[in-house]
T-cell receptor, first 113, second 112 residues
Framework: EAQVTQNPRYLITVTGKKLTVTCSQN?????MSWYRQDPGLGLRQIYY???????DKGDVPEGYKVSRKEKRNFPLILESPSPNQTSLYFC????????????FGQGTRLTVV | SQQGEEDPQALSIQEGENATMNCSYK?????LQWYRQNSGRGLVHLIL???NEREKHSGRLRVTLDTSKKSSSLLITASRAADTASYFC????????????WGAGTKLIIKP
């Protein structure tokens, strides 16, 4: 089954404690991206990747890092989380950037206290 | 950056009625997509309409695109309780550097 898998689904952490949210897709998609979703603000892109070893900043990259060492995986790293990073995070992949259907993971609800 | 803006922000209708949501955007686009999101879950792609298309159908969904007005509408006919969700439009702009730009969504509630 074609899918994007994110882990964990829920995470509560403390300020400053490094964390990684994993994302994996099984569709051989080249394009992957991370979004955060906050009430009233819709989806805002954090980072995206056009292919292995190619990543670029989206609209709200501050406080986040990503890597794309393999085509299927695109982890999101918060080196020093802060309460303003409390949000619902989504990973998405598509065959081509913007040009077709994006497949989304189920989301990771992160709370930073 | 926000490009798409959905209207209305929230819509509540009776089951069986038609639901219409609108999306406006600011810059020229390659295509526009509509997605559905059930509460707190991942978004699911509904339909994509290209800039040279004016109307597209998929089951009970009908999407129109007016590039002169920079707007699109999503019509759901004969609504069902299962259609209760938030609906988002996303645009692939001509100069967007491969980013999809998302609106804030329309929350649709179907009353049984």
């Amino acid at each position: 089954e074609a899918q994007v898998t994110q882990n964990p689904r829920y995470l509560i952490t403390v300020t400053g404690k490094k964390l990684t949210v994993t994302c994996s897709q099984n569709m051989n998609h080249e394009y992957m991206s991370w979004y955060r979703q906050d009430p009233g603000l819709g989806l805002r892109q954090i980072y995206y990747s056009m292919n292995v070893e190619v990543t670029d900043k989206g609209d709200v990259p501050e406080g986040y890092k990503v890597s794309r060492k393999e085509k299927r995986n695109f982890p999101l790293i918060l080196e020093s989380p802060s309460p303003n990073q409390t949000s619902l995070y989504f990973c998405a992949s598509s065959l081509a950037p913007g040009g077709g259907e994006a497949f989304f993971g189920q989301g990771t609800r992160l709370t930073v206290v | 950056s926000q490009q798409g803006e959905e209207d209305p922000q929230a819509l509540s209708i009776q089951e069986g009625e038609n639901a219409t949501m609108n999306c406006s955007y600011k810059t020229s686009i390659n295509n526009l997509q509509w997605y559905r999101q059930n509460s707190g879950r991942g978004l699911v792609h509904l339909i994509l309409i290209r800039s040279n298309e004016r109307e597209k159908h998929s089951g009970r969904l009908r999407v129109t695109l007016d590039t002169s007005k920079k707007s699109s509408s999503l019509l759901i006919t004969a609504s069902r309780a299962a259609d209760t969700a938030s609906y988002f439009c996303a645009t692939d702009g001509l100069h967007s550097n491969y980013q999809l730009i998302w609106g804030a969504g329309t929350k649709l509630i179907i009353k049984p």
